[in-house]
Structures are given as C-alpha cells and as structure tokens.
C-alpha cells in the first residue's frame, strides 16, 4: 500500500523560506510521478510542481521560479523548496503520486491516486 506523509509546514513571515518534505513508502515500480499541491479555503486544489523519478521537473507557471521540487531516493522523499514566501502561497500542501511519467508537464490533482494529508503552510505580512 502506497502511503505518503509531508512534514515541514509552519508560520513564516513574507520573504522568509521554507522546504517541505514527503517520505513516499509502499512503490513497487521503479518510475513514477510525484507532485506538490496546495489548497487555500474556498479555492480549489492546484498543482504546484511535479517531478519524474529520474528528476524531470515541471512547475506551475504562477509560482515565478520561486519553487524548486527535488526528490532523493535514496530516502524516498520528496522535497519541495519555497523562497520569497508570499502571503498568498498560504494554503495547505499536500504531495501525491501516481503510476506513469510526469513527462515533463504539470498534470492536474485528479491524476494523482495517492495523497498525503497534508501540512498547513501561513505566510503573513
């Protein structure tokens, strides 16, 4: 059973930094898509970045190369890397996966079957 766990959320100021990170346990596969996502109230889930195992990264384009998504797997973890904090990157963070390749897009949350429960990330001004 695939399970999937993000840690590293918390209260930041504007412009501060941040790294969140997801231990993935339970693939079988050796090649699979990973992604961030993030979920404010009232707004819908959006993806933030995704990231094949061999490293091939894709990114929303609203984020202005703010994010970075990196993953080891040697720890079967995944990363996510967020500098110049805004007040509207507040939201909940989740990661997820799925079978197949990223292939280089950013492929929506409703292609991801397995899901973490999230880590809450505040940014005030």
């Known amino acids: 059973q695939v399970q999937l766990e993000e840690s590293g959320g918390r209260s930041v100021q504007v412009g501060e930094s941040l790294k969140l990170s997801c231990v993935i346990s339970?693939?079988?596969?050796?090649?699979?898509?990973m992604g961030w996502f993030r979920q404010s109230p009232g707004s819908e889930r959006e993806t933030v970045a995704n990231?094949?195992?061999?490293?091939?990264?894709s990114y929303a384009d609203s984020l202005e190369g703010r994010f970075a998504i990196s993953h080891d797997s040697a720890k079967n973890t995944l990363y996510l890397q967020m500098d110049s904090l805004k007040p509207e990157d507040t939201a909940l963070y989740y990661c997820?996966?799925?079978?197949?390749?990223?292939?280089?897009?950013?492929?929506?949350?409703?292609?991801?079957?397995?899901w973490g429960q999230g880590t809450q990330v505040t940014v005030s001004s």
């Open positions: 997820a996966a799925r079978l197949g390749l990223c292939a280089g897009w950013v492929g929506p949350p409703s292609l991801f079957k397995y």
């Open positions: 339970g693939y079988t596969v050796p090649s699979y898509c």
């Open positions: 990231i094949d195992t061999d490293g091939t990264a």
